[in-house]
């Protein structure tokens, strides 16, 4: 495989997956969370992480799509770019495994595609566009990371919100002298 195209699946698995010197990458900032970690949002207007799990997926989506020249509308949710979550009438955990596999599946076919990718179209325009094959694949990868400092931060942001809620309800005082 040529080298460039070997850097470019790097760059978008550590981003995505795969160990890094940089810390959390998106599916590790996804790990373990609950499903009320999941559905949290800071404000009623804001994002949860589920939602922005999908928002990742989309894109994924979108720059495989461009580096294939495939034609628009064949994403697996009606929709484009963001996805609101949860629908109510999905039963949270059996929704939330399905759009999860839905983002490692287009990760995967991200990254077949950019494995196939002739590396002399790196420096060309995706048909239609504006962007090189290259800045569109080096993209993903940062727009990966964004969100992943993003989850990062609405994480402790819940837990904040968590422990001040059990502070002013006394339930944290008691837990204290329970200990």
């Keep these: 495989m040529d080298a460039r195209i070997e850097l470019l699946l790097r760059v978008i698995d550590e981003a995505f997956d795969h ?11 996804l790990r373990g969370l609950s499903i009320h970690e999941l559905m949290w949002r800071p404000q009623p207007e804001r994002h949860n992480v589920w939602e922005i799990a999908l928002h990742a997926a989309y894109w994924k989506y979108t720059v495989r799509r461009r580096l294939l020249n495939e034609k628009r509308g064949s994403f697996d949710l009606k929709g484009s770019n963001w996805f609101l979550r949860p629908v109510d009438d999905s039963p949270h955990e059996k929704q939330w495994k399905s759009d999860l596999l839905l983002l490692l599946e287009t990760h995967s076919s991200l990254r077949n595609a950019v494995a196939n990718l002739d590396p ?3 420096h ?4 239609g566009g504006t962007t090189t094959f290259l800045s569109l694949i080096t993209g993903i990868a940062a727009h990966d990371l964004y969100h992943a400092g993003q989850i990062q931060l609405l994480k402790r942001l819940y837990h904040s919100e968590v422990a001040k809620s059990s ?9 204290l002298r329970e200990d």
Excluded at 124 to 127: D, H, P, S, Y
């Design 167 to 175: 502070r002013s309800n006394g339930t944290h005082r008691k837990a």
């Design 19 to 29: 160990k890094s010197w940089h810390g959390t990458n998106l599916r590790g900032a």
């Design 120 to 122: 002399e179209k790196l």
């Design 124 to 127: 060309r325009k995706a048909e």
